[in-house]
């Protein structure tokens, strides 16, 4: 029988197939929590993996195959992409990587089984085909050792052009780096990082530290960090203030825990959110960190049921995610272009929504971890042209390295970590 870290990556994977529970819900269930962490974390790496680098093993697979790799059936498709991750990117014995792929074949479909054998003995024999040539066909190879699903290998390739979207692809198969902040009720919040054996170095927003350690897990648990993108926290920065504070779409509730800290004893955050799982999840974070200033309200941004009157209103705004594809490798599997621009035209109507709760002279930020244009200036230029009374703000000088045009990006082949689209306005 397979390992229960290699049971629990086909079934996560197989339920991934469908409309249903995200990767981050179902890693979080019970049964993946009840694991030794030592599984865990080979389920991580094993999930992950196969997710970054799908295309990649379809296209090792496909040479082998009688039929596209498409129309094979979940369970032996799962099956293959999880022995030929262990067989070509883990150092897992070729043995092992077979018998327990067969395994879960035989368990889940077992007529597959002599199919998935096969497949796999005869790639751990061959090897991997040589990639593409990224500079003869781009879009071939990003759609196979990029991993990206064609419609988006095609956009990338021709709005980027060919060597930035190769690069980004590279920086989405990469781990982020894990980036935390300290909590300033935690005096020696610093002291206890480097007594784990983590020395954190400091990056180019005031805060922000990339960390490496295996503690760093234990001390998020204790409230002493937080581990917040980069990107994440530039967002909150510019958000923040010292009087009244709305964060218009709060969950899980990074940003309002950043802006409650450098608003400080002065500022009082409101932080709304229409989901009610989403909201308990925030408010579980606003009490475990320690943010006295922040108030937790259901309320849903299209219906905001405040007056005006505040003097910054954030709107980290749903969207695609796809800046955050090194992270959430799952969510380019399921996008399409329709969804990108389906996403933009609701965070248009959000965006008009709570402009009207900025006072004169108040600050309106807009953000989205998305790296397309439809969702990032394309938005904030409409709302612009149609709302004179709001213009871009003046931005601290330490965020020029991120400056895009008025604007602000994080790019991940550039930066490391998630990419984020970033507008800070006032209202005259």
């Known amino acids: ?142 759609a196979a050792t990029g991993s990206l699903p064609e419609w988006l290998a095609r956009r990338w390739a021709e709005r980027l052009g060919p060597e930035v979207a190769v690069a980004r692809a590279r920086a989405f198969l990469e781990r982020p780096p894990s980036v935390v902040r300290l909590n300033p009720r935690v005096a020696d919040a610093r002291s206890r990082l480097e007594a784990a054996g983590i020395e954190p170095r400091p990056l180019v927003v005031p805060g922000a530290w990339e960390a490496r350690g295996p503690a760093l897990a234990r001390l998020a648990a204790d409230g002493v960090v937080y581990v917040q993108d980069q990107g994440s926290q530039l967002v909150a920065h510019l958000a923040s203030s010292a009087g ?33 799982s989403r909201l308990r999840t925030l408010s579980i974070l606003v009490r475990r960190w320690g943010s006295p200033n922040v108030t937790v309200v259901g309320a849903d941004a299209l219906r905001p049921p405040f007056r005006s009157g505040f003097d910054a209103v954030l709107l980290d705004a749903p969207c695609t995610g796809l800046g955050t594809l090194g992270r959430n490798p799952d969510i380019k599997w399921h996008l399409t272009r329709a969804d990108v621009l389906r996403h933009a035209r609701r965070q248009r109507e959000l965006l008009f929504s709570v402009a009207g709760l900025v006072k004169p002279g108040g600050r309106l930020v807009y953000s989205v971890c998305s790296t397309e244009r439809e969702e990032g200036e394309d938005v904030v230029e409409g709302f612009l042209h149609d709302q004179s009374s709001f213009q871009p703000a003046p931005l601290p000088a330490w965020t020029m390295p991120f400056a895009h045009g008025s604007f602000l990006r994080t790019l991940p082949e550039r930066d490391g970590g998630d990419g984020f689209f970033v507008a800070a306005l006032e209202r005259a």
């Not at 981050?24 to 962490?37: C, M, N, P, Y």
């Not at 030592?38 to 295309?55: I, Q, S, V």
């Not at 035989?106 to 199919?115: D, L, Y």
């Open 1 to 142: 029988m397979a390992t229960a870290a290699r049971r629990h990556a086909f079934r996560i994977l197989i339920a991934l197939e469908e409309a249903g529970p995200t990767l981050a819900d179902l890693l979080a269930g019970q049964e993946v929590e009840a694991l030794a962490a030592r599984d865990r974390a080979f389920l991580h790496e094993l999930l992950l993996g196969t997710l970054r680098h799908r295309g990649a093993l379809d296209h090792a697979l496909a040479p082998l195959l009688h039929r596209p790799v498409e129309r094979l059936d979940a369970e032996p498709l799962a099956a293959l992409r999880l022995g030929a991750y262990q067989l070509l990117r883990m150092r897992v014995p070729q043995r092992a990587a077979v018998a327990e792929s067969v395994d879960l074949a035989r368990a889940a479909a077992p007529r597959s089984t002599g199919f998935v054998n096969a497949v796999l003995r005869r790639l751990a024999r061959e090897g991997e085909p040589p990639p593409p040539d990224e500079k003869a066909d781009p879009v071939l190879w990003l």
């Open 244 to 276: 009244l504070v709305l964060d218009a779409c709060a969950a899980p509730g990074g940003k309002t825990t950043l802006i409650s800290d450098l608003g400080g004893a002065g500022s009082r955050v409101i932080a709304a959110e229409v989901s009610l």
